[in-house]
């Protein structure tokens, strides 16, 4: 049974289109809740993307603030939404803040009975309702939603085309919930001193599917440089992983500046690909704005960079060749100093490089501040 939330108008019960919670779905061994949102611009055959929400979130977290209901509507794709529930049991206790279980071998591995194995079934559920195209779906999520990004296409390579991983962890960092939750230099998942070698991590993939010999989906990694809750070494960890199930170099074959402190790394082909973004911490790439490469509200992230805009080109679900990155933005000075486009001195806002004054930090006043050098502000009357 689907059911519609009213967010738009729905057709029947069994093909509602919107915002809807399916409550029937399969067996679904790990106790998911299952969310869809279905846009009016997708037919027969439209892809899917499956979209993990991170540690206490929820499904419309994702859905709206971010970005992807934009582009599920211009493109012309579903999205699936899993959504943990509080009361799922881990491995030795509750499964805490809503994350989902990247540490438990049933809901991490191929075929295991648990939350895995229900997102599978959700997918399932959008070709028996929809007629989605089941050799165009994509997986994405950020931070935990991240993890279980990289469980799915380590344990389900042969059910998914690319995956996006925002801000997560390698697949099998941890195979005990309390390591997983350690915090801190010395946590398994979070940290950033793993001895792990690339052919080690690797095997972690390797053994989620034994003797899996087909096709591996391609993934694109993104990270924050200043991300204080799970250490940036995590993008090293997560690189080395999947350049070794890959069989390619460590070394990028090209190495790009998309923005100010932004570095995109293309691994072999394009199997793997990194966005690095220095200043950034634990927080959501979005760029909120009109144009197509905009994404995302204000206050929900780190206002420079739509990431979702980006993972979609490398799902090949849009359309045309990336525009020129942003160099104008007409915003709050709250959101020019949080993006790093202006910085604070006695209660006013400066623009960073420049220095030309903005008013007030706290004013709620828009001013359009435009990038003319890396690292170099001046503010304009307007964005052109």
């Known amino acids: 049974m689907t059911v519609a939330t009213g967010l738009t108008g729905a057709g029947p019960a069994a093909a509602a289109t919107g915002f809807s919670e399916v409550t029937s779905f399969g067996s679904n061994p790990g106790n998911q809740r299952m969310f869809t949102y279905v846009p009016?611009?997708?037919?027969?055959?439209?892809?899917?993307?499956?979209l993990f929400h991170g540690c206490?979130?929820?499904a419309q977290d994702l859905d709206v603030n971010t970005g992807w209901r934009k582009y599920a509507d211009l493109y012309g794709f579903h999205l699936v939404l899993p959504e943990q529930k509080p009361e799922n049991v881990g491995s030795g206790g509750i499964v805490p803040h809503?994350?989902?279980s990247a540490w438990n071998e049933a809901d991490r591995t191929h075929g295991g009975d648990g939350e895995a194995r229900s997102?599978?079934?959700m997918v399932d559920h959008m070709a028996t309702t929809y007629g989605a195209d089941m050799s165009r779906v994509f997986v994405t999520g950020y931070s935990g939603g991240g993890a279980a990004t990289n469980v799915m296409l380590a344990a389900y390579p042969d059910r998914f085309k690319a995956g996006a991983v925002f801000f997560g962890m390698p697949y099998g960092c941890a195979d005990t919930e309390s390591a997983y939750f350690r915090t801190g230099?010395?946590?398994?998942?979070?940290?950033s001193t793993s001895t792990l070698t690339p052919q080690q991590w690797g095997d972690r993939v390797r053994g989620s599917y034994p003797g899996y010999s087909g096709t591996r989906p391609p993934v694109q990694i993104w990270?924050?440089?200043a991300d204080p809750l799970i250490s940036p070494r995590s993008l090293d960890y997560q690189r080395d992983q999947w350049t070794n199930v890959f069989g390619i170099s460590r070394t990028?074959?090209?190495?790009?500046?998309?923005?100010s402190g932004i570095t995109k790394s293309v691994y072999g082909s394009g199997q793997v690909e990194t966005w690095l973004i220095a200043d950034m911490g634990h927080e959501q790439p979005v760029d909120p704005g009109t144009g197509v490469q905009n994404c995302g509200v204000s206050g929900v992230g780190y206002a420079q960079i739509c990431g979702p805009y980006h993972a979609t080109l490398f799902f090949g679900l849009g359309s045309g060749t990336p525009?020129?990155?942003t160099t104008c933005w007409t915003a709050t000075n709250a959101a020019h100093i949080a993006a790093g486009r202006a910085r604070t001195v006695s209660l006013s806002a400066y623009a960073v490089g420049s220095g030309d004054h903005l008013g007030l930090a706290a004013s709620a006043v828009s001013r359009s501040v435009q990038q003319t050098a890396p690292g170099h502000y001046v503010r304009v009357t307007a964005c052109p």
């Open 185 to 191: 230099s010395l946590g398994p998942c979070s940290g």
């Open 323 to 325: 525009p020129p990155a």
């Open 119 to 121: 997102v599978v079934q």
């Open 252 to 259: 990028p074959a090209s190495t790009t500046t998309p923005g």
């Open 40 to 50: 009016t611009s997708a037919g027969t055959g439209a892809p899917v993307v499956v």
């Open 56 to 58: 206490g979130g929820q």
């Open 98 to 100: 809503k994350c989902f």
């Open 223 to 225: 990270h924050g440089g």
